[in-house]
């Protein structure tokens, strides 16, 4: 499905990203990792079409994401940053209902079965009871679902998250981390992530990207085996086997 090529990226003459080639034809769910500054937003914001002005190749489906315009990338892709902030009182199912605006011709209202597949999604997020509250009104954890939820309602092929599960507490990273480890079942993931063990817990595929270049690409397994997490950091992690796994995690320093 996204292919892409010797992708380049300068801002304000700094070389964010350096000839990154991706093959992710396959789909499923991809996973993300790398220190901060090595290129990991700015790779999603290339294929969202938040930058454009970068060099090299993404194509989508065998067709140049340049030539799509604006909607119909929309109709495919869906994109949840780290930080979206929300200055104005809509209410959850108010944010659904934007967020459908792609597939809505003519400003058309939602049919029945549009109407009922957005309820489904509601119940499956656990938003039920939130919505008709205002978005301000939420915590971070009710937000992050919200946003997730109303980009799977877009019906996107391709769903970008980055960092979803930042500055939430661990029940709650849990919670999100099981919507979002599900959805390869309906729709392509690409996550940008910094918990390295749900990574490699959940994961099947994990590319590295360090430098604003292709570092590793591959299982698990062959992370771990290879040490390459020591190098994509630039430290030494200590390792333990998980109670209920054949992978191993990374345990906390001692200080």
């Not at 500054?37 to 970068?54: A, E, M, P, R, V």
């Not at 065998?62 to 780290?82: D, F």
């Not at 200590?238 to 109670?243: A, E, F, G």
Request: aromatic share 8%; charged share 25%; net charge neutral.
């Amino acid at each position: 499905m996204l292919l892409i090529n010797n992708l380049s990226l300068v801002i304000n003459k700094k070389e964010i990203l350096k000839n990154v080639s991706l093959d992710f034809s396959t789909g499923g769910l991809l996973t993300i990792l790398g220190p901060n500054g090595s290129g990991k937003s700015s790779l999603i914001k290339c294929i969202s079409g938040i930058y454009d002005n970068w060099t090299g190749e993404i194509s989508l489906n065998g067709r140049s994401i340049r030539e799509y315009s604006i909607l119909e990338r929309a109709q495919i892709i869906s994109y949840v940053p780290q930080l979206l902030e929300v200055h104005a009182e809509f209410t959850v199912w108010d944010f659904f209902e934007m967020s459908y605006y792609p597939n809505l011709k003519d400003l058309r209202k939602l049919s029945k079965e549009e109407l009922d597949r957005g309820h489904d999604i509601l119940k499956n997020f656990n938003l039920e009871t939130l919505k008709n509250r205002s978005l301000l009104s939420l915590s971070g954890g009710e937000r992050q679902r919200v946003f997730i939820g109303a980009s799977v309602f877009q019906g996107p092929k391709l769903l970008l998250l980055d960092e979803p599960t930042s500055f939430l507490d661990p029940k709650v990273q849990d919670d999100i981390n099981q919507i979002i480890f599900s959805l390869q079942e309906k729709m392509d993931v690409i996550l940008i992530s910094h918990d390295i063990n749900s990574t490699l817990m959940n994961s099947k595929r994990i590319i590295g990207l360090k430098n604003g270049m292709n570092f590793f690409d591959g299982s698990p397994e062959n992370i771990i085996n290879k040490s390459q997490l020591d190098k994509l950091f630039d430290k030494s992690f200590k390792m333990i086997k998980h109670p209920s796994s054949t992978l191993e995690i990374i345990v906390p320093e001692i200080f």
